[in-house]
């Protein structure tokens, strides 16, 4: 037992060193980048007051914001604020960027995460029909409907979602989190839900095509093996040896696609997220990026950043527990 929690220790700890170091990489380039646009910041700022700025009061603005000094200096005063759990503020929304975050975060998660097990399931159920009937009707059909989802700008399949089962059969509201007029305090679980279903299906279609065609493959090398060939000697039938022999060794495979995805998950989810007029980090970040909201978009990014490193280390921990070979090579 302490050996096992020995590993898991030295796991996290070298999880947590890389994760430091990419959040420290990302800082960088990130306030690099933002420096370099030709979009002022103070003046977005200004421009979201109701009152008017006199030139002194622009000046106070900017040498609070340390417009002045030097770049490597307001670097490391921002990177110090942000040590202390200081994000800075938003010039959008006057709240704390951390309050944003924190309640855009939670719309966005419920987004993704059903986006997420949507997409998994889809894809690997999907992989597994086209690897059980090779070059048949059913795999060549969903093999053309793979192909044509992957190509689809996310938006515009939205768009047509939207269109359709929105406008058309008015099975689904057309926007946002919740229903319009009514207070957050009196909205009901099943609104919630029934606001959620068409945005969260158009952005699991972005990426269940990649993991049907890598499970589709991955199922046709197994169903070629000499061990399957066995089986099907002694008389077993092709579903027999998909749950005995084929969906243990494509799981993994399927299982590393799916967490590489949350970052495609998240890069969809801002066009999603404003298609739909959805409320979350994909709305915030496109916001503070057209209005020039510096500090807003530097906390979403590293937010991000974060997140999907949470995925990928925890699809890592999985794998052990799920592959054991895993296990002892990385012991």
Same mark, same amino acid.
């Given at each position: 037992m302490k050996g096992t929690a020995g590993r898991l220790f030295r796991i996290l700890v070298t999880y947590s060193i890389k994760i430091i170091s990419l959040l420290l990489a990302v800082s960088v380039v990130s306030f690099v980048l933002v420096s370099a646009s030709p979009v002022d910041p103070v003046q977005q700022y200004i421009l979201g007051l109701d009152t008017a700025v006199s030139p002194e009061q622009r000046a106070e603005i900017e040498a609070y914001w340390g417009v002045g000094d030097p770049p490597a200096q307001r670097?490391?005063?921002?990177?110090?604020?942000?040590? $202390?759990?200081?994000?800075?503020?938003?010039?959008?929304?006057?709240?704390p960027v951390a309050d944003v975050i924190g309640e855009r975060f939670l719309n966005s998660f419920a987004l993704m995460l059903c986006a997420w097990l949507l997409s998994g399931l889809i894809g690997f159920?999907?992989?597994?029909?086209?690897?059980?009937?090779?070059?048949?009707?059913?795999?060549?059909?969903?093999?053309?409907v793979c192909y044509i989802l992957s190509t689809v700008p996310t938006f515009w399949l939205g768009l047509l979602l939207l269109l359709v089962f929105g406008v058309w059969l008015q099975w689904f509201p057309i926007g946002f989190?919740?229903?319009?007029?009514?207070?957050?305090?009196?909205?009901?679980?099943?609104?919630?839900?029934? $606001?959620?279903?068409?945005?969260?299906?158009?952005?699991?279609?972005?990426?269940?095509?990649n993991i049907a065609l890598h499970t589709r493959q991955k199922l046709i090398d197994v169903m070629n093996s000499e061990y399957v060939l066995f089986a099907r000697a002694r008389g077993e039938g092709p579903w027999t040896i998909l749950r005995?022999?084929?969906l243990r060794n494509i799981l993994l495979p399927a299982l590393?696609?799916?967490?590489?995805?949350?970052?495609?998950?998240?890069?969809?989810?801002?066009?999603?997220?404003?298609?739909?007029?959805?409320?979350?980090?994909?709305?915030?970040?496109?916001?503070?990026?057209?209005?020039?909201?510096?500090?807003?978009?530097?906390?979403?990014?590293?937010?991000?950043?974060?997140?999907?490193?949470?995925?990928?280390?925890?699809?890592?921990?999985?794998?052990?527990?799920?592959?054991?070979?895993?296990?002892?090579?990385r012991e």
């Open positions: 670097y490391f005063s921002w990177l110090k604020e942000l040590l $202390h759990g200081n994000l800075g503020e938003s010039a959008i929304y006057r709240r159920s999907l992989g597994c029909v086209m690897g059980m009937y090779k070059n048949k009707w059913p795999d060549r059909i969903l093999k053309k989190s919740s229903p319009i007029g009514v207070l957050s305090k009196d909205v009901t679980l099943w609104q919630k839900i029934h $606001h959620l279903i068409l945005p969260a299906f158009t952005l699991s279609l972005m990426s269940f095509s005995r022999h084929g590393t696609l799916q967490f590489a995805s949350f970052a495609e998950l998240f890069g969809g989810s801002v066009m999603t997220e404003n298609v739909f007029s959805y409320p979350g980090l994909g709305s915030a970040v496109s916001a503070a990026g057209l209005q020039g909201d510096v500090p807003l978009l530097l906390g979403i990014t590293l937010f991000s950043t974060l997140f999907v490193c949470a995925g990928n280390m925890t699809a890592n921990l999985l794998y052990g527990i799920i592959d054991p070979q895993i296990r002892e090579v």
